[in-house]
């Protein structure tokens, strides 16, 4: 079966770090991109940022690019998310997706999601 | 950044009743879109991809149809487990972008 579970989400005072991490099982982990999606309160779907499988490429939406860095260990099918200078408006439920597995770009897969509170 | 624009915002329908769910791109997106299913509390589902191609399990009453910039999502003979906000999504080009959902309730 293939799961997704996440962790690392918690309460944090505006401008402090977090990270976010993804395990994941069921699957070959390297051949597919993973991507993390989050959804504010009361709020739409937001996508945040993607990691292709092996060859390095990474991809961020504009309000994350510079604060948020999306790595992966394939050797531990493990993505994970650093979250530096949070904001307020970064408080989300954080999903991650595997991305790929009905063609690039389609979120064929959801772990139950983190919850990140920026918050003083 | 492609803009995806649903409507209604809010589709109040009756049991057995068919739901059509509209979402239009800004610009060309081919037919690099897909629809996803979210109910209170859960994570999203894939419902459609490719425009038209259902996902693995998804019910047959569950149609997807694209014109150009335009895609619909339709809901033949709603039960009552489709109840839930649908949202749209792009990915022929970064960013990947979502629709502002369309939240179908029973009326």
């Known amino acids: 079966e293939v799961q997704l579970l996440e962790s690392g989400g918690g309460l944090v005072q505006p401008g402090g770090s977090l990270r976010l991490s993804c395990a994941a099982s069921g699957f070959t982990f390297s051949s597919y991109a993973m991507s993390w999606v989050r959804q504010a309160p009361g709020k739409g779907l937001e996508w945040v940022s993607t990691a292709s499988g092996s060859d390095g490429s990474t991809y961020y939406a504009d309000s994350v690019k510079g604060r948020f860095t999306i790595s992966r260990d394939n050797s531990r099918n493990t993505v994970y998310l650093q979250m530096n200078t949070l904001r307020a408006e970064d408080t989300a439920i954080f999903y991650c997706a595997k991305d790929g597995g009905l063609g690039g770009g389609v979120l064929d897969v959801w772990g139950q999601g983190t919850t990140v509170t920026v918050s003083s | 950044e492609i803009v995806m624009a649903q409507s209604p915002a809010t589709l109040s329908v009756s049991p057995g009743e068919r739901a059509t769910l509209s979402c239009r791109a800004s610009?060309?997106?081919?037919?690099?879109l897909a629809w996803y299913q979210q109910k209170p509390g859960q994570a999203p589902r894939v419902l459609i991809y490719?425009?038209?191609a259902r996902a693995t399990g998804i019910p047959a009453r569950f149609s997807g149809s694209a014109s150009g910039t335009e895609f619909t999502l339709t809901i033949s003979s709603l039960q009552s487990e489709d109840f839930a906000v649908y949202y749209c999504?792009?990915?022929?080009?970064?960013?990947?972008?979502f629709g502002q959902g369309t939240k179908v309730e029973i009326k």
């Open positions: 490719g425009a038209s």
């Open positions: 610009q060309t997106i081919n037919r690099n």
């Open positions: 999504q792009q990915y022929n080009n970064w960013p990947r972008t």
